[in-house]
Structure formats: C-alpha cells, structure tokens
C-alpha cells in the first residue's frame, strides 16, 4: 500500500554485497515464505534496523496537512538552535 514516504523515496540502485551465507539463506527463505524479491526482504530489514521506518509508520498515522507539519518542523529546529547573539 503507497504512503506519503513513498512521494519521498530516494530512486532504487545496484549494488553488491558480501554478506554471511547463514544470512543470505534466512533473507532466501523469507522472501519465499513471504513471495517477495530478496531485495527488498533486505530493504525493508535494513529501514527497520535503522529506525527508517519509523518516519513512514508516523506518516501513516498523521492527518496533519502537510504545510502544518513544515511549519511544526521548522518551529522545532529553530527552539533547538541556540541563539545568537
């Protein structure tokens, strides 16, 4: 199901890994078990290690318009930024 974050993805690119056999056999049988590409078993594992999904679960939730949630981001930043003097 596209969301918000989908608008936001960065495009896909090729890369090669090396990586534990005992790895790549679970991702294997994970995207057999789930009838999904090896690729993207890894995306996703790699955005839930790295806290990337969490932006898209928040996203998901929201029904703040987007202009507001800007105004709500920049507000914040600026309240963190020390002042100048």
Avoid: F
């Amino acid at each position: 199901m596209p969301t918000r974050y989908d608008a936001v993805r960065m495009s896909k690119v090729r890369t090669t890994l090396t990586i534990d056999e005992s790895v790549m056999k679970a991702v294997k049988m994970r995207a057999a078990r789930t009838g999904r590409g090896d690729s993207q078993v890894i995306e996703e594992s790699l955005r839930r290690d790295m806290g990337l999904d969490l932006l898209e679960r928040l996203w998901e939730k929201s029904d703040v318009p987007e202009r507001d949630a800007e105004a709500l981001a920049v507000e914040a930043q600026h309240k963190t930024r020390p002042r100048r003097r």
